[in-house]
């Protein structure tokens, strides 16, 4: 291997061709995902064609050949396996109303008053999003953000802005409550439990940080909402008169949806002290969802995102080839020179960088990327582990706060506004706001690593204990 | 309905918690029970199924069942042996044999039977001729439809003789339409009559081609694309929330099993499938209008229904 210190064979000779070819093959393929010129699926498998046939033909495969490339697909399919797991699970159970029906109720509790509404639409968000994941949480969130905003006359911008920054936040709660968050997980093979001391605190801090923000910058927008919306009484009468009720189906399933979904989140807790993986609890969860809460499995199975499955098979394909030429060895030999052996230049150059990337490119192939090389850094310094990985979680996630693209929650909430409202929030006024909060969200995330590391309050991660 | 996936999915979610922010609230109408059932005859194999389900519906109702002979130009001995033979299987209730009426008509019959005992709930028979159900009317019989055009009280027509006719009254599928008079009223005349015990299901029916026409006919543009049968679906859950949070309420309060379901298809065609494949009983409610196309769509649905249908 190609270490600069502490390897164990440091007489590894660089291949720089394939390093270059590759490198420049996912590069491309990067961009084309960052600039949607091909659906972002597309791209990623063709990039995956392109990087197979050039490491073919650089023999990077060895004696295995092709059945490399299965072997990288297999190394990640428990990702894959979660994916579904959780879609199938998530589509089932929120067919039962159980989320509606918690939502409806949580906003009758806010009588209307926009202050309030705000501060609950923040939590909900936060709730869901944690639960249900990014892409369901934050769809659910803005789907009741505009039906809510339509009946009392409300402006749903500052509550979408705030379901589009606030989720990013939400995804970091556990290991399951983002895609980035489960690839981190699952690869630096982190305990479920390490992510209450290592990325609940920041999901919450970074959260409020967010509300905060969002609401000393939109009180005025609130207090006039509030204001040109009639008469108090007539607000509170008409939120009284939501009617939760009315989006049950069957009472009986939507309990079997609450227990199911509770012992699916119970079972993403223990997984690793019972021995299985996440993809086990989620596929178990998503087939006890479809036999006891009358899911449709047709319905349901079609619901999963095949194209974020192709999505994932490209990207883990051509990181798989780039892996296979030590470029990402290298970029891990240089990123180690660069910081000098400082814990504090290392974590803030990596934050910091994978923060601003992942606003611009998603951040799932960010994470993807990063992935190997900190592995790789962790492998030659274990020390460094445990807040690599920690701020990979943090910066991965609320990267995407700094631009409209960054998120699928942006995404989702903006697109939301623009079908129902047609009106468009432009870059600049997305980014008065994400971008503000994201600088003091990447405060607190690299300072809450550094300090939590340099207390020693980091639980060792197993992977590399020993190493 | 949508360029995207995301919107599809966008509009579901909305549709949902528009059904919670528009529904309104239903007051579902207290009906006494009726101290008299009316239980008309008329000789054929459907008697034994009119027995079967008056002999329910009384012992539900605590209500005195009041027998009567509906077909014409039948001696009073034969009229009397066979009112005492359906007597028989009413063991158990209080009966009453209605004076003979002499009208030739059967349907006069029953509604002057009905009119003189004051009796509030009537049940007949309403022949089902499997292999004439696509002739339409024919299928129903002419004294069903004048009866059904008279009364102005519930009435539950027995068809074929079910196996499971005996549990029917367990499993009512009712029928409605969003929007509908008298959807309230069947509902509760459905609680009312099976129970806290009862499985109940509540189906909605989202008729595309229905709709498309009526639009067409309104003079409004009809954009083909926008009646997707999930957008359809959607709209329907949207309008269908005071009906659904009634229903569900009542479930609640009674500790009662309530199952909604909303369905795309021909109406007819859809309801009497779901009600004859799960050998329900079917409530459907029965617009005042009897010159309504929802009049004529719900006797349409009683004709291809092989199960005992109430009609509201």
Same mark, same amino acid.
């Given at each position: 291997?190609?270490?600069?210190?502490?390897?164990?064979?440091?007489?590894?000779?660089?291949?720089?061709?394939?390093?270059?070819?590759?490198?420049?093959?996912?590069?491309?393929?990067?961009?084309f995902?960052?600039?949607?010129?091909?659906?972002?699926s597309?791209s990623?498998?063709?990039?995956?064609?392109?990087?197979?046939?050039? %490491?073919m033909?650089?023999?990077?495969?060895?004696?295995?050949?092709?059945n490399?490339?299965?072997?990288?697909v297999?190394? @990640?399919?428990?990702?894959?396996?979660?994916?579904?797991?959780?879609?199938?699970?998530?589509?089932?159970?929120?067919?039962?109303?159980?989320?509606?029906?918690?939502?409806?109720?949580?906003?009758?509790?806010?009588?209307?008053?926009?202050?309030?509404?705000?501060?609950?639409?923040?939590?909900?968000?936060?709730?869901?999003?944690?639960?249900?994941?990014?892409a369901?949480?934050?769809?659910? /969130?803005?789907?009741?953000?505009?039906?809510?905003?339509?009946?009392?006359?409300?402006?749903?911008?500052?509550?979408?802005?705030?379901?589009?920054?606030?989720?990013?936040?939400?995804a970091?709660?556990?290991?399951?409550?983002?895609?980035?968050?489960?690839?981190?997980?699952? %690869?630096?093979?982190?305990?479920?439990?390490?992510?209450?001391?290592?990325?609940?605190?920041?999901?919450?801090?970074t959260?409020?940080?967010?509300y905060?923000?969002l609401?000393r910058?939109?009180?005025?927008?609130?207090?006039? @909402?509030?204001?040109?919306?009639?008469?108090?009484?007539?607000?509170?009468?008409?939120?009284?008169g #939501?009617e939760?009720?009315?989006?049950v189906?069957?009472?009986?399933?939507f309990?079997?949806? %609450?227990?199911?979904?509770?012992?699916?989140?119970?079972?993403?807790?223990?997984?690793?002290?019972?021995?299985?993986?996440? @993809?086990?609890?989620?596929?178990?969860?998503?087939?006890?969802?479809?036999?006891?809460?009358?899911?449709?499995?047709?319905?349901?199975?079609?619901?999963?995102?095949?194209?974020?499955?192709?999505? #994932? !098979?490209?990207?883990?394909?051509?990181?798989?080839? !780039?892996?296979?030429?030590?470029?990402?060895?290298?970029?891990?030999?240089?990123?180690?020179?660069?910081?000098g052996g400082?814990?504090?230049?290392?974590?803030?150059?990596?934050?910091?960088?994978? /923060?601003?990337?992942?606003?611009?490119? @998603?951040?799932?192939p960010?994470?993807?990327?990063?992935l190997?090389?900190?592995?790789?850094?962790?492998?030659?310094?274990?020390?460094?582990?445990?807040?690599l #990985?920690?701020?990979?979680?943090?910066?991965?996630?609320?990267g995407?706060?700094?631009?409209?693209?960054?998120?699928?929650?942006?995404?989702?909430?903006?697109?939301?506004?623009?079908?129902?409202?047609?009106?468009?929030?432009?870059?600049?006024?997305?980014?008065?706001?994400?971008?503000?909060?994201?600088?003091?969200?990447?405060?607190?995330?690299?300072?809450?690593v550094?300090?939590?590391?340099?207390l020693g %309050?980091?639980?060792?991660?197993?992977?590399?204990?020993?190493? | 309905?949508?360029?995207?996936?995301?919107?599809?999915?966008?509009?579901?979610?909305?549709?949902?918690?528009?059904?919670?922010?528009?529904?309104?609230?239903?007051?579902?109408?207290?009906?006494e029970?009726?101290?008299k059932?009316?239980?008309?005859?008329?000789?054929?194999?459907?008697?034994?199924?009119?027995?079967?389900?008056?002999?329910?519906?009384?012992?539900?109702?605590?209500?005195?069942?009041?027998l009567?002979?509906?077909?014409?130009?039948?001696?009073?001995?034969?009229?009397?042996?066979?009112?005492?033979?359906?007597?028989?299987?009413l063991?158990?209730?209080?009966?009453?044999?209605?004076?003979?009426?002499?009208d030739?008509?059967?349907?006069?019959?029953?509604?002057?039977?009905?009119?003189?005992?004051?009796?509030?709930?009537?049940?007949?028979?309403?022949?089902?001729?499997?292999d004439?159900?696509?002739?339409?009317?024919?299928?129903?019989?002419?004294?069903?439809?004048?009866?059904?055009?008279?009364?102005?009280?519930?009435?539950?027509l027995?068809?074929e003789?079910?196996?499971?006719?005996?549990?029917?009254?367990?499993?009512?599928?009712?029928?409605?339409?969003?929007?509908?008079? =008298?959807?309230?009223?069947?509902?509760?005349?459905?609680?009312?009559?099976?129970?806290?015990?009862a499985?109940?299901?509540?189906?909605?029916?989202?008729?595309?081609?229905?709709?498309?026409?009526?639009?067409?006919?309104?003079?409004?543009?009809?954009?083909?694309?926008?009646?997707?049968?999930?957008?359809?679906?959607?709209?329907a859950?949207?309008a269908?929330?005071?009906?659904?949070?009634?229903?569900q309420?009542?479930a609640?309060?009674?500790?009662?099993?309530?199952n909604?379901?909303?369905?795309?298809?021909?109406?007819?065609?859809?309801?009497?499938? =779901?009600?004859?494949?799960?050998?329900?009983?079917?409530?459907?409610?029965?617009p005042?209008?009897?010159?309504?196309?929802?009049?004529?769509r719900?006797?349409?649905?009683?004709?291809?229904?092989?199960?005992?249908?109430?009609?509201?």
């Amino acid at each position: 291997m190609f270490v600069a210190s502490g390897g164990e064979s440091s007489a590894f000779e660089p291949a720089w061709v394939p390093m270059a070819v590759l490198g420049v093959i996912m590069v491309i393929t990067y961009l084309f995902i960052a600039f949607e010129r091909l659906h972002k699926s597309v791209s990623a498998i063709i990039g995956a064609i392109a990087a197979v046939i050039a %490491a073919m033909a650089f023999g990077l495969f060895g004696s295995g050949g092709y059945n490399h490339v299965h072997e990288i697909v297999g190394h @990640d399919l428990n990702i894959l396996g979660v994916i579904i797991g959780t879609s199938i699970l998530v589509d089932t159970v929120g067919g039962s109303g159980l989320f509606h029906f918690i939502a409806i109720r949580v906003v009758k509790i806010t009588h209307g008053e926009p202050q309030k509404l705000f501060l609950f639409v923040c939590v909900l968000t936060f709730v869901f999003v944690s639960l249900l994941t990014l892409a369901p949480g934050s769809l659910l /969130m803005a789907s009741l953000v505009l039906v809510i905003c339509k009946t009392l006359n409300y402006h749903p911008k500052p509550y979408l802005i705030a379901v589009a920054i606030i989720a990013n936040s939400a995804a970091l709660t556990t290991f399951s409550s983002g895609i980035a968050t489960l690839m981190i997980g699952t %690869a630096a093979e982190i305990p479920y439990v390490h992510f209450f001391i290592g990325s609940t605190p920041l999901a919450f801090a970074t959260a409020i940080i967010a509300y905060l923000v969002l609401s000393r910058m939109y009180r005025k927008t609130l207090v006039e @909402d509030g204001k040109a919306a009639g008469e108090e009484s007539d607000r509170k009468l008409k939120v009284a008169g #939501f009617e939760e009720w009315a989006l049950v189906k069957n009472r009986k399933i939507f309990w079997r949806s %609450a227990v199911v979904l509770g012992a699916t989140v119970i079972g993403f807790a223990t997984a690793q002290m019972i021995g299985v993986g996440l @993809d086990f609890i989620a596929m178990a969860g998503g087939m006890a969802a479809l036999l006891f809460c009358a899911g449709d499995p047709e319905k349901a199975i079609k619901k999963v995102k095949w194209t974020v499955i192709l999505f #994932f !098979v490209g990207l883990f394909v051509i990181i798989g080839c !780039v892996k296979s030429t030590g470029l990402l060895e290298v970029t891990a030999d240089s990123l180690i020179s660069l910081g000098g052996g400082s814990t504090v230049i290392l974590v803030s150059v990596i934050g910091v960088f994978v /923060m601003l990337s992942s606003g611009f490119v @998603d951040n799932i192939p960010v994470t993807a990327t990063m992935l190997p090389i900190l592995d790789q850094i962790a492998k030659e310094s274990p020390a460094l582990a445990a807040p690599l #990985f920690w701020v990979l979680v943090g910066a991965s996630n609320l990267g995407g706060n700094g631009t409209p693209i960054g998120s699928v929650s942006a995404v989702v909430a903006l697109h939301a506004l623009e079908t129902d409202r047609g009106e468009k929030v432009g870059w600049g006024e997305f980014m008065k706001a994400g971008m503000l909060i994201l600088l003091i969200q990447g405060v607190v995330v690299i300072g809450y690593v550094l300090i939590m590391n340099a207390l020693g %309050a980091f639980p060792e991660l197993p992977k590399y204990a020993g190493t | 309905m949508s360029d995207t996936p995301l919107d599809d999915d966008l509009h579901e979610a909305m549709a949902r918690f528009s059904a919670a922010a528009n529904a309104e609230k239903v007051e579902l109408p207290v009906i006494e029970p009726p101290a008299k059932v009316l239980v008309a005859f008329d000789q054929s194999n459907q008697d034994d199924s009119v027995a079967l389900l008056a002999k329910q519906v009384c012992t539900r109702y605590g209500a005195t069942a009041v027998l009567t002979l509906a077909t014409p130009g039948i001696d009073v001995e034969t009229r009397r042996k066979h009112l005492e033979a359906m007597q028989a299987k009413l063991s158990g209730l209080t009966c009453e044999i209605a004076p003979q009426q002499d009208d030739e008509d059967p349907a006069d019959r029953i509604i002057d039977a009905k009119r003189d005992s004051g009796a509030k709930f009537l049940i007949m028979p309403a022949p089902y001729l499997e292999d004439l159900n696509t002739l339409g009317r024919d299928s129903l019989g002419s004294t069903t439809e004048r009866v059904l055009a008279r009364a102005t009280v519930p009435v539950l027509l027995a068809r074929e003789a079910r196996d499971d006719l005996s549990s029917a009254l367990d499993r009512p599928l009712i029928k409605l339409h969003v929007r509908q008079r =008298e959807a309230a009223k069947a509902m509760s005349i459905s609680f009312g009559l099976c129970g806290k015990s009862a499985a109940y299901h509540m189906l909605f029916v989202v008729d595309a081609g229905a709709m498309a026409e009526a639009m067409a006919l309104l003079g409004h543009d009809v954009d083909e694309s926008k009646l997707t049968d999930q957008a359809l679906l959607d709209d329907a859950q949207a309008a269908a929330g005071s009906l659904v949070a009634a229903g569900q309420h009542w479930a609640t309060d009674n500790g009662a099993s309530l199952n909604v379901s909303f369905k795309i298809g021909s109406d007819p065609d859809v309801t009497a499938r =779901e009600a004859n494949d799960g050998g329900h009983l079917l409530v459907l409610p029965c617009p005042a209008d009897r010159n309504s196309s929802a009049y004529s769509r719900a006797l349409t649905v009683l004709r291809l229904s092989s199960v005992p249908v109430l009609m509201v």
